[in-house]
T-cell receptor, first 112, second 110 residues
């Protein structure tokens, strides 16, 4: 079955710790995206990558970092510099000749 | 700047019809999406409009007017399971960055 997986679904961390959220896809898509969603707000783009070993900042990249060493994987690290990291994080991917972004199930991160 | 506006909340009755509006002001336009999102879940694709007019898919229809920067999603024969948030999103140029509205939370009552 083709799709996007994100794990874990719920993640709890203490303030001051870095945490890495995983995103894996087996759709053979070139482009991958990370979004953040807060209550009552739309999705905001954190980082995106159009090809392996390349990525660009989105609208709210401060306090986050990513890597794209493999086509299938696009992990997101939430660093201690992110002032308000508690949120729902969504990963998406898109094929080169398609317009539609496919979303993973999301990870809800809670930092206390 | 880029801006997408949708009503925050709407309520409707089971079996009725509801129209969710979306207006956008973006630097360019390469298409508009509607996604459905149940609480705590991933958005799922409903429709994509790039040309003016109405696209119908079963109980859901989506309309676009590029000259007015306006779209709506029409849901017919509402069911309880249609209670969800509906997100409007636009490609402002190219097919890389999608701009999302804040979403419209629809509550369907018996």
């Amino acid at each position: 079955d083709g799709g996007i997986t994100q794990s874990p679904k719920y993640l709890f961390r203490k303030e001051g710790q870095n945490v890495t959220l995983s995103c894996e896809q087996n759709l053979n898509h070139d482009a991958m995206y990370w979004y953040r969603q807060d209550p009552g707000q739309g999705l905001r783009l954190i980082y995106y990558s159009q090809i392996v070993n390349d990525f660009q900042k989105g609208d709210i990249a401060e306090g986050y970092s990513v890597s794209r060493e493999k086509k299938e994987s696009f992990p997101l690290t939430v660093t201690s510099a992110q002032k308000n990291p508690t949120a729902f994080y969504l990963c998406a991917s898109k094929g080169s000749y398609s317009y539609e972004q496919y979303f993973g199930p999301g990870t809800r991160l809670t930092v206390t | 700047g880029q801006n997408i506006d949708q009503p925050t909340e709407m309520t409707a009755t089971e079996g009725a019809i509801v129209q969710i509006n979306c207006t956008y002001q973006t630097s360019g336009f390469n298409g508009l999406f509607w996604y459905q999102q149940h609480a705590g879940e991933a958005p799922t694709f409903l429709s994509y409009n790039v040309l003016d007019g109405l696209e119908e898919k079963g109980r859901f229809s989506s309309f676009l007017s590029r000259s007015k920067g306006y779209s709506y999603l029409l849901l017919k024969e509402l069911q309880m399971k249609d209670s969800a948030s509906y997100l409007c999103a636009v490609y402002p140029g190219g097919y890389n960055k999608l701009i999302f509205g804040a979403g419209t939370r629809l509550a369907v009552h018996p």
